[in-house]
């Protein structure tokens, strides 16, 4: 992205632009709990999935065409999206018994699980700085999810919801390795295109025995106003900042900015509800913040 002069923005924009790219992700926990409770989680992302593919088509049919990739290239993307479908599936499903704090501080431990699957799948070393911010981000994640209470701790005594959400985390920590594995070349948005069709296809296994029995005509509208949302701001726009910011900043530090969910999240939370979390929670999250900072020290990547 450049300015009317042809000059690729200052770092001070690029940073803000991935702020808004922060900001947009983190409503979309307390959008998603909203929405959980009126549709089948893996029904509620097969809609989200296939109308974000729908959106994103005639973008990638004016810039590349549109053509069936080949068998490897479809399994390939079949492979990734599995991990990507996984995932909402499980958040949406997560979000019926955890708050939308929890998710997001539990996200923070993304970027490490991936840094750790990055390293078995394609050899990229972690780095002290890594595995310095996720040290802080378990340690922060594990403070909120018990409470700030070692009782709890020592017994695990874990929230259903806040479990299977990390097991989500687990699926989304494959997201990037795949991509950087299975990549052969092709434009990051086509291949973005594929990953939504092919995670429509695993949707589709879970949820079509499951399509006929609902109730369309009684959805309510903020359902379908909230999944509209959630497929064109959180994953249509963040796609194009994040993508466009990876080529400048990096994408360890794009990635470091999941580290914001947790205290944009109470934000979005006291903006809506007036509500705040007790001081344990926050300082939880304040125990997670430095690992920002610390992924951040990294030069950043500057391309024409």
Not at 40 to 60: I, K
Not at 110 to 138: D, K, N, Q, T
Not at 253 to 270: F, G, Q
């Amino acid at each position: 992205m450049k300015n009317p002069g042809g000059r690729p923005l200052p770092l001070w924009a690029m940073h803000g632009c991935m702020l808004i790219s922060a900001t947009l992700v983190a409503t979309s926990f307390p959008v998603g709990k909203t929405i959980t409770p009126f549709l089948d989680p893996a029904v509620l992302t097969l809609v989200r999935f296939v109308l974000a593919a729908l959106l994103f088509a005639p973008y990638v049919s004016y810039r590349h065409g549109l053509r069936l990739p080949d068998r490897g290239a479809l399994v390939r993307y079949g492979l990734i999206s599995g991990s990507l479908a996984g995932f909402f599936w499980l958040m949406f499903l997560s979000l019926k018994t955890t708050t939308p704090l929890n998710t997001g501080v539990i996200f923070t431990t993304v970027p490490g699980i991936s840094g750790i699957y990055s390293w078995f799948l394609v050899r990229e070393r972690l780095g002290g700085y890594r595995i310095a911010a996720l040290l802080f981000a378990m340690a922060g994640a594990l403070w909120v999810i018990f409470e700030g209470d070692p009782e709890r701790m020592r017994l695990m005594v874990l929230n259903r919801g806040d479990l299977l959400f990390f097991c989500g985390c687990l699926l989304m920590g494959l997201y990037m390795p795949l991509v950087k594995l299975f990549h052969r070349g092709e434009p990051m948005a086509v291949m973005t295109l594929w990953i939504l069709i092919t995670g429509c296809g695993w949707l589709l296994l879970f949820s079509a025995a499951k399509l006929p029995m609902i109730p369309w005509q009684t959805v309510p509208l903020i359902v379908w106003f909230g999944i509209g949302y959630l497929a064109f701001f959180t994953t249509i726009v963040t796609f194009f900042i994040s993508q466009w910011a990876t080529l400048h900043l990096g994408p360890t530090r794009v990635t470091a900015y999941s580290y914001l969910y947790p205290p944009l999240i109470v934000l979005i939370e006291w903006s809506l509800h007036r509500d705040l979390p007790t001081w344990r929670t926050m300082l939880g999250i304040a125990i997670i913040l430095p690992a920002m900072f610390i992924v951040q020290k990294n030069k950043a990547i500057r391309r024409p």
